[in-house]
């Protein structure tokens, strides 16, 4: 089974601060991908990565960083913090390919910024 | 831009009876996506819709697609407690990686 963990379930942090959220993925994906969760908006894409060091924006990248050093890894780094980046985040992978489309989700971790 | 629209947002229902929800899709798509989310949890993969036509049954939930009409179905079939949650479409479409715009999701509530 694939699995995708997240390294937190609940955080909570105070504006300003520089949060790391961290995701691990133990199918040799290539593809990993940072999402928000936020009532009645569904799910919204942040960054993604294709490949180790390679990142692309998503749709809604405004405040967000990501980091990609190692296949199995993929960071989302909140450079400050602000009460408006309160949400559930969920990170996901997927392999690279045409025919291999599905995307496999981690538990999410729900961020307070207070 | 895509928009991904599902209806109805909320949906109460009995157990033992039949309901539909609706994904409507604003462009053309490549696939189409359906998961579940349990209260606290993450998505969980129900269906993957290759091309106009597929359909896909799983236990009580049976999912379909319309490519010309832009709009996936998921039918319930005698409901029953434990398919309480929300579900939530995707479109996928290949932009060199295939990127999933989300639907807004239908919180699904079934009363015994």
């Known amino acids: 089974d694939v699995k995708v963990t997240q390294s937190s379930r609940y955080l909570v942090k105070r504006t300003g601060e520089k949060v790391f959220l961290e995701c691990v993925q133990d199918m040799d994906h290539e593809n990993m991908f940072w999402y928000r969760q936020d009532p009645g908006l569904g799910l919204r894409l942040i960054y993604f990565s294709y490949d180790v060091k390679m990142k692309e924006k998503g749709d809604i990248p405004e405040g967000y960083s990501v980091s990609r050093e190692k296949k199995e890894r993929f960071s989302l780094i909140l450079e400050s913090a602000s009460t408006n980046q309160t949400s559930m985040y969920l990170c996901?992978?997927?392999?690279?390919?045409?025919?291999?489309?599905?995307?496999?989700f981690g538990p999410g971790t729900r961020l307070t910024v207070t | 831009e895509l928009k991904v629209e599902q209806n109805p947002l909320f949906l109460s229902m009995q157990e033992g009876k039949n309901y539909t929800i609706y994904c409507n899709y604003s462009?053309?798509?490549?696939?189409l996506y359906w998961y579940r989310q349990d209260p606290g949890k993450s998505l969980e993969s129900l269906f993957v819709?290759?091309?106009?036509?597929a359909v896909k049954q799983e236990g009580r939930l049976m999912a379909s697609l319309d490519t010309k009409a832009r709009l996936s179905t998921l039918h319930i079939t005698a409901a029953v407690h434990d398919l309480s949650a929300t579900y939530f479409c995707a479109v996928g479409r290949w932009i060199g990686n295939e990127k999933l715009t989300f639907g807004t999701g239908t919180r699904l509530t079934i009363i015994p």
């Open positions: 996901a992978s997927s392999f690279g390919r045409r025919g291999r489309y599905e995307q496999y």
């Open positions: 819709l290759l091309s106009n036509g």
């Open positions: 462009t053309t798509s490549d696939r």
